[in-house]
């Protein structure tokens, strides 16, 4: 079994995935190592030393944090807070999200600023390298003071509550603690605002979703030369002076590929009647290629985010300070996501009217699709579908950054909703791949209608893969199953 080391190094979104992807165990370096003993040390001492008040240390959270706690109740101070912020509802987050927080949340502890005891980011590393996966629910964040109500519901088998998966069954955490011998944390001062405190639930769905939109977007490259050949388009929208002159490092790039993948394609060498093409598929380019720049905006984002002290309040031991702030605060990805999910929502905009194009009865293609129309429908349906679904994506688009609401009593007076972002995104992606499944569904039925002309050798190669797993449709039959082997071949297989 492969194996990751942690260290305080930067870790890339790439090397995020080889881990996740790969299934490494992870463990924690001897830096890291010394960095969480050295914090935790620093705050024992500091507790010891003083009666001043340090928040969520020695007082009460939110609009509580002028009340003092004794000593001796520091750490049922912290055993409370995660048990009363677990108030998630909604629908279960996927567990494939679920070991992305786990791991990232290892990582934003480890850097030493958080003061929690080396214990406790140990068990999190066993629960991520033994599949051991709390029940987490999408509903119950505002982006703000951190991610309380899922980071809470994350912790909760930490001190032997709440449920987890484990061994492909959802199961008491006390009851999987006790076959494991595993005996539950005891939280010490600062630990349970430690592991509520950060952006851990935000930035596992950006993370997670900055790689399918990637791959998306790649996809949806290939996918849309089919499209443009299917239907006769012309090659000149993707000639290489033509975009430069725009200055657009995505228009660019994504140019480029398009003139690769079409490259030795026989349907878009010949004459062609038409002077010019739909903007669906003359501006791919552009469309495309502004998507593709967002991308790389949002990844810039989401990798810092990764790499940072998320939670509240920060100790700084060489400094003797500790520092109440608001790094948990969600506004950075908040508004990342929403900007994510308009940029993918927009490849989905457009592929829904190249599909429209393709079933219109033009450019010599039968209407639907479908050689015998009229006793067939063909293809008529799946474009409602798509319809349908980029209709949802836009009402997915309107922004959850620019909403807050009053917490606390106030104190916490503005909030980052990125919570909603990040689940609102999540829809999308998953909207788009389906999409997708769609239009690769109708251009490889519009490129049958172009034989015996051949498109390119990657075009070829990417539709004969295809019909091993949905075949061509001669006359109407039952489209959904088609349909959810299309989209299977887009996640999976292309």
């Known amino acids: 079994m492969k194996k990751h080391t942690l260290s305080n190094a930067w870790i890339s979104l790439k090397e995020v995935e080889e881990i996740l992807d790969n299934q490494y165990v992870i463990e924690l370096g001897e830096s890291v190592k010394v960095a969480i003993q050295k914090c935790r040390t620093y705050l024992d001492e500091k507790v010891q030393r003083h009666d001043k008040l340090i928040y969520g240390i020695n007082t009460g959270f939110g609009s509580l944090c002028n009340t003092a706690i004794e000593k001796e109740d520091l750490g049922q101070l912290q055993r409370n807070l995660v048990l009363s912020h677990a108030c998630g509802t909604g629908d279960e987050v996927p567990q494939e999200i679920v070991k992305r927080m786990l791991l990232l949340k290892v990582l934003g502890l480890s850097h030493g600023h958080s003061g929690v005891q080396l214990e406790t980011v140990e068990r999190l590393v066993y629960f991520f390298n033994h599949s051991i996966f709390p ?31 484990f061994q492909g069954k959802k199961q008491q955490s006390a009851a999987v603690l006790q076959v494991l011998n595993l005996s539950p944390i005891i939280l010490q001062s600062k630990e349970g605002l430690a592991l509520l405190n950060g952006t851990q639930f935000m930035s596992s769905y950006a993370s997670y979703c900055i790689g399918k939109g990637q791959q998306l977007w790649h996809q949806w490259n290939k996918i849309a030369v089919i499209s443009l050949d299917g239907y006769d388009g012309r090659l000149n929208p993707f000639q290489a002076n033509v975009n430069e002159i725009r200055k657009q490092n995505g228009q660019i790039e994504t140019a480029k590929i398009i003139r690769e993948l079409v490259a030795g394609s026989e349907i878009i060498s010949q004459e062609k009647e038409h002077v010019q093409d739909p903007y669906s598929f003359r501006c791919i380019p552009q469309v495309h290629g502004a998507s593709k720049d967002a991308l790389d905006y949002c990844a810039t984002i989401v990798e810092r985010e990764i790499n940072a002290v998320t939670d509240n309040p920060t100790i700084f031991p060489d400094e003797d300070e500790i520092v109440s702030a608001g790094n948990f605060h969600g506004q950075p990805l908040a508004i990342t996501m929403d900007f994510l999910a308009i940029a993918l929502a927009e490849m989905g905009s457009i ?48 922004p959850a950054s620019i909403d807050t609401i009053d917490s606390s009593n106030g104190q916490e007076d503005h909030v980052s909703m990125g919570a909603n972002a990040a689940t609102k995104l999540f829809r999308v992606v998953e909207n788009c791949f389906t999409i997708q499944g769609i239009e690769l569904l109708n251009a490889a039925q519009a490129l049958e209608f172009r034989r015996p002309l051949k498109s390119s050798p990657m075009v070829e190669k990417i539709v004969a893969d295809f019909r091993l797993n949905v075949n061509f449709v001669h006359n109407d039959e039952y489209l959904q199953p088609l349909i959810m082997e299309s989209i299977k071949f887009i996640k999976y297989k292309m």
């Open 135 to 165: 029940v987490v629910y999408q509903q119950g964040s505002l982006g703000a003071s951190g991610d309380l109500a899922p980071l809470a519901h994350l912790s909760l088998p930490l001190i032997g509550e709440g449920e987890v998966y």
């Open 351 to 398: 592929s829904e009217r190249r599909m429209y194009k393709l079933i219109s009865g033009t450019r010599g293609l039968p209407a639907f699709l479908v050689a015998n129309p009229g006793l067939n429908s063909g293809f008529m349906i799946p474009q409602y579908t798509a319809a349908s679904i980029v209709s949802q994506n836009k009402q997915l688009c309107s």
